[in-house]
Every structure is written in C-alpha cells, then in structure tokens.
C-alpha cells in the first residue's frame, strides 16, 4: 500500500497533513510507520488527554465493549450517566447533553440560546461572537466562527450571528445596545486563533454587563476544557461560571464525545423533543470519557500550571522566540522563523509539534514527564534558532 498517493486518491483532500504515517505509542512517545520514535506535544489535537494507549482508558473501554457498544437514546446506559454526574459535579452546572465533537457541542449551545431567547423575547436573537474565534466546521457553526478567510464560498450563511473584536468592551457595550443580543459565545483562550487568551479585566465586565442584560454567556470550552488549561474547565481560571459551556476534544480522551453543559439558568430551556442525538454519550465514549474526568483533580491541575510555567519560562529564553501565550498545557510560541520550518525541524529532530495561524501550538497530554518536557525543550531550542 502506498499510504500517501492512496491517501490522496481516495480521501477527499480537505488535510495537509504531515508526511508521517503514525501507527502505535505509548503515553507521549508515538511511532511511525519506520518504527522511528516522536515525543507527541500535540495529542491529536487535544484529544489524548492522558496520553497514547492510557492503561486506564484501555480498560475502561474494554470493559465496555464487552458489554454493549450500543444502545441509542431510547434506553438509558450506566456509562452515560455516570459521565453526566461526574461532568456536572466538576463543572458546577447543573445538566448535560452529549453529542459527537466540538462542532455539535456548540450546535446545542446554540440552539439551547436561541430557545432560551424565543422563550423571553424573540426579539433578542443574536448571538454575538469573537473577532477570530473559531466554533466549528457545520454551517450555523462556521458562521459562529469569527474568520472571514474560512467563509469564503460556503454562504447563505445562518442569520443572527455578528462579531466583535476580543477585549474591546466598549464594542461589547455598542453591540447590545443594539437591543437584539441574546446571547455572547466566545473561547476563553483562542485556539485555532493562536493560542490567545482573553484579559481577564474584559471577560470581568462582559460577563457583568451580560448578566445585567439577561444576555447569556456561552463558553466554548472544546479545546481549553477538560485539565488543559490547568483547571477542570478554563472558565475557573476567570472565576465565573457561564449559562452554557461546550467541550469535547479532551473529554473522550480519544473517542468521539461532546457534551454541552447547562447552568440552573438554562437547564429546563431544552425540552422532550427539542433535541437528540443517535450516537451522542455513546457507552464506549461515555465509559472512555468517565476514566478520563475522574482522574482530573486538584492534582494534577497543579502539575500541569507547573509544567506550563516551566515550559514556558525555558522557551521565552530560546534564541528565535519572539513571545510565549497560552495557559497551562495549552502554548502557543510565535517564531523568529516561520512556524512551519519549526514545525518541520521538531519532527525530523523527533518530536511533534503543530500550529495555530503563525504559530508553533503545544497541547501535550496532562500527565506528560518532566523527562520528556526536557527531551521536546531541547528539540525546539535547536529547531527554533534561526
Ligand atoms: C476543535 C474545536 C471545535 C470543533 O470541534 P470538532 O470536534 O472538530 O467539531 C470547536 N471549538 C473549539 C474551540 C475547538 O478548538
């Protein structure tokens, strides 16, 4: 088999993937299809919560699959509903409805805030969204997703959806006075948009200014939620709790899972019939998902703010590091040299890296050693020099 001219016959050309066929690993070392050996600080995209092959996770889903793959949302399962307690207890809401990825957490989010809107005042439609945000690849999604570059060609878009540009309140202030908002949709650290984490000072009085609105806040917690940010959910480092929360990414800890959360404010807004799923809390995903959040405690939430401020005090120093964002396991470095380059040096040199828009983006697993932090940092302190 020839992996990449097969690849690219028959698999839709959406990726630019790398030129590496990954086939096994263990925790952070993943191997290629040479049997060569990568420190792993990607985590397929934030996925891999605990690493690659996690004994704990193996066993969770073994076990399940040994029971019952499926069973649909027409019965109840034991792996869901553990899920759903767990979830609610960590993140301090009140319900949860599971779904597939990031994409259709965020549908629900949505949907969940036009509802809640339609309820009150279906005058107030609009959802307001960040200047290069990014939500999701579904059309009410993508329209969410505040990049113009990634709209192009896919119209008519949903209707209701503006943006505004990221710590700018007084735009926040001209938006609602508009008289239409009903709800405001945003990462706490942008992701896709280059690892940018929002001031705190902003998200203070936006969120103030919402609850005096009746304005729902919505916080899209797909990549920063879960551990990745050194807490169990992004918005306990800002200390409010939103009306809606999405994640996925890190929850299934390599299976597919999304759940959207709801505070004691929108928990009844979703009624019998309003919404469903055939796969969503799946009791593989579920029982996979459940091994993963037990595990995220106080804990490791401080390993991983230690790791993070390590990380990022030894990579500001490197020569052709120009600045270092992000928070806890979640970087973002922007580089005297094209990222790409950089990317490429770490791979060759062992250790897999990716990006976000012009920069180099870590997002390792949790529970990654102090040992291989120190093998990656002097892989990029070489890879980064001009
Ligand atoms: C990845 C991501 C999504 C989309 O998740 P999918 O599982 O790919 O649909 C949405 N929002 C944020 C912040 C993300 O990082």
Redesign the pocket.
Same mark, same amino acid.
């Given at each position: 088999m020839n992996y990449f001219s097969d690849d690219s016959k028959y698999i839709a050309n959406t990726y630019k993937r790398f030129g590496l066929v990954l086939t096994h690993g263990k925790g952070t070392k993943v191997y290629d299809a040479d049997n060569k050996e990568y420190i792993d600080m990607a985590s397929g995209? +934030?996925v891999n919560t605990f690493g690659i092959a996690d004994e704990k996770w193996i066993s969770a889903v073994e076990e399940q699959l040994g029971k019952i793959q499926h069973a649909s949302n027409l019965y109840y399962t034991e792996p869901q509903i553990k899920l759903s307690k767990l979830l609610c207890e960590k993140a301090g809401m009140k319900k949860v409805f599971f779904s597939? &990825?990031? +994409? =259709? +957490?965020?549908e629900c989010a949505i949907k969940t805030a036009r509802k809640y809107a339609d309820m009150k005042n279906p005058d107030k439609k609009v959802i307001l969204t960040l200047v290069n &945000?990014?939500?999701?690849?579904?059309v009410t /999604?993508l329209t969410a997703t505040g990049q113009d570059k990634m709209h192009v060609s896919f119209g008519p878009f949903t209707d209701g959806f503006r943006y505004i540009p990221a710590n700018d309140i007084e735009a926040f202030k001209t938006e609602i006075a508009k008289g239409d908002v009903c709800a405001v949709m945003f =990462?706490l650290v942008?992701?896709?948009g280059g690892v940018l984490p929002l001031d705190k000072a902003y998200v203070d009085e936006l969120v103030k200014i919402a609850r005096e609105n009746d304005i729902l806040v919505v916080v899209? =917690?797909?990549? /920063?939620g879960n551990g990745r940010t050194g807490a169990m959910y992004c918005y306990m480092n800002y200390g409010f709790t939103p009306d809606i929360v &999405?994640t +996925?990414?890190g929850l299934g800890g390599g299976l597919?899972i999304?759940a959207t959360m709801f505070s004691e404010k929108t928990e009844n807004v979703l009624t019998f019939g309003d919404h469903g799923s055939t796969y969503g809390g799946n009791p593989i995903c579920a029982a996979g998902a459940v091994s993963i959040v037990e595990r995220l405690d106080d804990e490791l939430f401080a390993e991983v703010q230690k790791k993070g401020e390590y990380l990022k005090e030894k990579i500001s120093s490197f020569e052709g590091v120009k600045s270092v964002s992000g928070m806890g396991l979640m970087m973002g470095i922007e580089t005297e040299k094209p990222a790409a380059d950089c990317i490429r040096e770490c791979m060759e040199n062992g250790l897999l890296v990716i990006s976000a828009k012009e920069k180099v983006r870590l997002l390792p697993a949790l529970n990654i050693s102090w040992e291989d932090i120190d093998k990656a940092l002097e892989i990029m302190k070489n890879a980064f020099k001009n």
């Open positions: 995209i +934030a597939n &990825s990031g +994409a =259709e +957490a965020n &945000s990014f939500h999701g690849r579904t /999604t =990462e942008q992701g896709e899209d =917690e797909v990549q /920063t &999405s +996925a990414k597919p999304g």
